[in-house]
T-cell receptor, first 109, second 112 residues
Framework: GQNIDQPTEMTATEGAIVQINCTYQTSGFNGLFWYQQHAGEAPTFLSYNVLDGLEEKGRFSSFLSRSKGYSYLLLKELQMKDSASYLCAVMDSNYQLIWGAGTKLIIKP | IAGITQAPTSQILAAGRRMTLRCTQDMRHNAMYWYRQDLGLGLRLIHYSNTAGTTGKGEVPDGYSVSRANTDDFPLTLASAVPSQTSVYFC???????????FGDGTRLSIL
């Protein structure tokens, strides 16, 4: 079966750095997406990785290792507004997104 | 403002009733999707449409139907609602099937 694993919840301090991991087992691979979802709101697109390596976009970076079935989202200089759930999703061989349950990130002052 | 509009925002429905959730996008995206999101689970794909006039089944299609008569609209119908269909429903669209998806604000549906 297809499976996406990510931690249920993480806590970090304002101004610090946090890494949210995602491991996956899917039928084929056509890219990995990270989304941010604030409570009660819609998911919003953060990043896309299809090749191995690090993609940097401002305070957020995303890393992919296809051989290990592994990705992480790195958030730097954390702000209170970064408190949200972070969703990892893999596009399978049918170009359908398989979603993890999300990691709830709590930022403390 | 371009985007995806879902209606209603929330609804309480008696079991056995028929309900249609509406979704309209003005970005001229080819692909559209319906997901449900339940606590502790990832988003699960119900139905999708890669282009107007075509639809496909996702991971959890039973009890739901869709149509795609034109590019902009992608309604989701529950023919006879059951309590297990209580969920938050998100509609999404993308320019093509391998592009990032953009989401509507969701419909919170409670079946009693």
């Amino acid at each position: 079966g297809q499976n996406i694993d990510q931690p249920t919840e993480m806590t970090a301090t304002e101004g610090a750095i946090v890494q949210i991991n995602c491991t996956y087992q899917t039928s084929g691979f056509n890219g990995l997406f990270w989304y941010q979802q604030h409570a009660g709101e819609a998911p919003t697109f953060l990043s896309y990785n299809v090749l191995d390596g690090l993609e940097e976009k401002g305070r957020f970076s995303s890393f992919l290792s296809r051989s290990k079935g592994y990705s992480y989202l790195l958030l730097k200089e954390l702000q209170m507004k970064d408190s949200a759930s972070y969703l990892c999703a893999v596009m399978d061989s049918n170009y359908q997104l398989i979603w993890g349950a999300g990691t709830k990130l709590i930022i403390k002052p | 403002i371009a985007g995806i509009t879902q209606a209603p925002t929330s609804q309480i429905l008696a079991a056995g009733r028929r309900m249609t959730l509406r979704c309209t996008q003005d970005m001229r995206h080819n692909a559209m999707y319906w997901y449900r999101q339940d606590l502790g689970l990832g988003l699960r794909l119900i139905h999708y449409s890669n282009t107007a006039g075509t639809t496909g089944k996702g991971e959890v299609p039973d009890g739901y139907s869709v149509s795609r008569a034109n590019t902009d609209d992608f309604p989701l119908t529950l023919a006879s609602a059951v309590p297990s269909q209580t969920s938050v429903y998100f509609c999404a669209s993308s320019d093509s099937s391998n592009q990032p998806q953009h989401f509507g604000d969701g419909t919170r549906l409670s079946i009693l």
